[in-house]
């Protein structure tokens, strides 16, 4: 038995199809260093850059060093390996994947473990096409991305525990695997043609053993948090920031909203997944601290503060829980 996903084939499928353009110039280390302090007193958890890692990456750069990252987290998800072979065609699809989302990243926090150092990341290129779509410059969009990504360097940093919540539940998934390929098949053409069956995580709840239900809610739960909290805080932050920033948040929100074949390609990619995260995160961020002030900290307490998905649509519940604790 192998790794199950190669990572040296999934990085020669994105050299085939990405190609190679630098990222345009940008100061990354002096942004970082004027917004980190901003960032931390928004949310009240702990950046730590002096360990922290800056890099302004081409699409390219950024896909490789995701097929890196991913085939290292899939192989600690799912230790027992995969027969010869195999790992090499779902290296390709990874490859595949990861290039298909390149022209799509703005940035990117990698909480880093074993050998990987965390590091923040701009997908330059993307961030200036963002910009040019908003009629602004990229140090305005790289500030914008730069402050949703410090607030998860923030989470991770500040609650080391935080991540491995996440793995431990994803562990628990992987270990439920889909039953046959036709059953996955079938699965993601009645998501595409809109089965309501389907929740959170698309056509894996269809191929997945009731068992994996709560776990899979978990990993959508805590998504939902990571992803929300780091909206809220960047559209929260004091006024002048980010100039512009409600026409960035527009164009942002136009951008996850995507209709006809782009939607199609975002399903299949699980960027709609991701962007209900973001919405529904966010709200939830927005409710509490509007019903109590502060009480966005105590949802990183510990792990058993995190809300779960029933209480991030109902976030009277998770205070009236947490408030009890």
Not at 142 to 147: F, G, H, N
Not at 151 to 167: C, I, N, V
Not at 291 to 310: H, I, K, Q
Request: net charge negative.
């Amino acid at each position: 038995m192998v790794s199950p996903v190669s990572h040296q084939v999934a990085t020669l499928s994105i050299r085939a199809l990405v190609p190679d353009t630098a990222p345009p110039p940008l100061d990354l280390i002096g942004l970082v260093a004027e917004l980190a302090p901003i960032v931390e007193a928004r949310c009240g958890l702990e950046i730590g850059t002096e360990t922290l890692a800056v890099a302004n990456l081409s699409r390219r750069a950024w896909a490789i060093h995701n097929a890196r990252s991913y085939a290292a987290l899939i192989g600690r998800l799912y230790p027992q390996g995969v027969p010869a072979g195999a790992a090499e065609v779902s290296g390709a699809m990874l490859g595949a994947v990861l290039a298909a989302l390149s022209p799509r990243v703005l940035g990117q926090y990698v909480p880093g473990g074993g050998d990987e150092e965390p590091l923040l990341v701009l997908v330059g290129q993307n961030a200036q096409h963002l910009a040019s779509g908003a009629g602004t410059d990229l140090a305005t969009v790289a500030r914008w991305v730069l402050s949703h990504e410090l607030a998860h360097r923030a989470q991770f940093f500040a609650r080391p525990w935080l991540l491995e919540t996440l793995y431990a539940s994803l562990a628990e998934v992987i270990a439920a695997r889909p039953a046959t390929p036709v059953d996955a098949v079938s699965s993601l053409l009645s998501w595409l043609g809109g089965d309501r069956r389907l929740g959170e995580l698309g056509p894996l709840e269809l191929v997945l053993p009731e068992r994996a239900a709560a776990s899979l809610a978990r990993v959508s739960a805590i998504m939902s948090v990571i992803e929300g909290h780091a909206d809220w805080v960047m559209r929260t932050l004091p006024s002048g920031t980010v100039p512009g920033d409600d026409e960035l948040a527009r164009v942002v929100d136009q951008r996850r909203s995507a209709r006809g074949l782009a939607r199609i390609v975002a399903r299949l990619l699980g960027l709609d997944a991701k962007a209900r995260q973001y919405e529904r995160g966010r709200r939830f961020f927005e409710r509490i601290e509007a019903e109590r002030p502060g009480s966005a900290l105590d949802v990183f307490e510990r792990a058993e503060s995190l809300p779960t998905l029933a209480e991030l649509d109902a976030p009277e519940t998770w205070l009236a829980r947490v408030g009890a604790a």
